[in-house]
């Protein structure tokens, strides 16, 4: 680690994600509205909306995550 990336991760330890979107989301997606987002530590889970959108012509289905509040820097996972 240099000192500039030191820096950098610092300056970002408050930024979390407030959207996630999944380009070619399976169709087994398509009737569920939440997900669980868990922090690595394991100890915040959070039960967030999910939007699913069926693809039309050569478009592929998508899927969003809204506002998981997991961090930039931190380790984390969205349980689907």
Known sequence: DTKEA???L???KDV???KI???GAPEAWGSKTEVVAVREDGQKEKTVPLM???GDGKRANWA???D???G???GWQVEF
């Open 6 to 8: 030191k820096a950098f």
């Open 64 to 66: 969003v995550v809204r």
């Open 68 to 70: 998981p509040g997991v």
């Open 52 to 54: 699913w959108r069926k």
């Open 16 to 18: 979390r994600i407030e």
């Open 10 to 12: 610092k300056t970002m």
């Open 21 to 23: 979107i999944i380009i």
């Open 72 to 74: 930039v820097g931190k």
